[in-house]
């Protein structure tokens, strides 16, 4: 290692990925691991001389982490703030369950708004003819013309 960067043998020696691995292991993309280092979710990695990035396993752990923050919706606002409180060994749950919760009612409240959406659509599909006749409730309605 010269300064701050590594040698590429020596990274590899030393256990580290470059970020191909790390984005295989984690099942995260190696573009989005870069978004995530830029919207400082994950801190900026150590570097080799030639600037490639490098990952040692615990990083891959934090991206599994992330990923799945991901599959749950949140999003990377929320996600970087569960990242600096899974990594807080002196957090409080309750500051997690807040977090969570609020999460919880934003997606019950996007689910509503869903199934009124669902259910407007349904009426407008069965009130088309869907024949060779130019009317149709469907357009009407997204031209705010009233229902015949």
Not at 40 to 47: I, S
Not at 120 to 144: F, K, M, Q, Y
Request: charged share 30%; glycine share 8%; net charge positive.
């Amino acid at each position: 290692m010269t300064g701050k960067y590594f040698e590429l043998a020596a990274a590899r020696r030393d256990g580290f990925l470059n970020i191909g691995e790390a984005a295989r292991a984690s099942g995260v993309s190696a573009k989005m691991i870069r978004h995530y280092e830029q919207t400082g979710v994950l801190p900026a990695p150590p570097r080799t001389v030639a600037g490639y990035r490098l990952y040692r396993a615990a990083d891959v752990h934090t991206l599994r982490f992330v990923q799945r923050a991901r599959e749950l919706g949140f999003p990377v606002r929320e996600i970087r703030e569960l990242v600096g409180l899974w990594r807080n060994r002196r957090r409080s749950s309750a500051e997690v369950q807040r977090l969570a919760s609020r999460h919880l009612a934003a997606l019950e409240r996007r689910i509503g708004q869903m199934e009124a959406m669902r259910g407007t659509l349904r009426h407008l599909v069965h009130a088309c003819r869907g024949d060779d006749r130019p009317d149709c409730p469907i357009l009407d309605d997204l031209a705010g013309a009233a229902p015949r």
